[in-house]
């Protein structure tokens, strides 16, 4: 696939996120000169060609007041590790849920649940809640507290932002 001008201007808004507004593609689109229409399927299209690999939002918990960050780690057969995984992202205090390879012998762990709360307590209860909601009390895992903050955000897909003036 070819990326265009207009590709190429749409890509650098995209990464600077979204507008907070009521329609946000609107808003790209009024500012690089597309229509709604076309920022949308242009969206689907570069994700459906894999030069979008992820689209999502960054959210900054600690400003919310989340102060309590903890990412807990499962050592989960690896025949059950996805079954599993959605069953804890339907929790609504997960807010991220992925597999990742095992290094062993120091990292048996395998699936990764991010949960965020205000204080470490609540952390705690909530992932009581989900391993005894699951049945999983059996299997190891851990909590690991967040004890720094690293900046978040978007993909960055251009080393030189191309110019952001309306296509003609």
């Keep these: 696939m070819d990326i ?12 600077g996120g979204l507008p907070l507004v009521y329609e946000p593609f609107r808003a790209i689109a009024e500012r690089i000169g597309m229509t709604e229409d076309d920022v949308i399927n242009r969206v689907r299209a570069l994700q459906a060609e894999g030069l979008i690999k992820r689209f999502g939002l960054v ?3 600690h400003e919310l007041g989340y102060r ?3 990412m807990v ?9 996805a079954d ?7 929790f609504p205090f997960v807010t991220l849920c992925y ?17 965020h709360g205000r204080v470490r307590e609540q952390v705690l209860a909530q992932v009581a809640e989900m391993t005894e909601a699951c049945g999983v009390a059996e299997i190891p ?9 690293f900046k978040q955000r978007g ?14």
């Excluded at 780690?73 to 590790?81: G, I, L, M, S």
Aim: charged letters at 30%; aromatic letters at 10%.
């Design 68 to 70: 309590a960050n903890g």
């Design 4 to 15: 265009t001008d207009n590709d190429r201007r749409l890509i650098a808004a995209l990464e």
């Design 59 to 61: 959210v900054r918990h």
């Design 141 to 149: 895992h851990t909590v690991l507290f967040s004890t720094r903050r």
């Design 99 to 115: 597999r990742r390879p095992r290094r062993l012998p120091d990292w048996p762990y395998n699936l990764f649940c991010m949960v």
């Design 73 to 81: 780690v499962w050592d989960v057969a690896d025949d059950a590790v």
């Design 155 to 168: 993909a960055v897909y251009f080393s030189k932002p191309p110019k952001m003036e309306a296509a003609e």
């Design 84 to 90: 599993l995984g959605r069953r804890f992202a339907t």
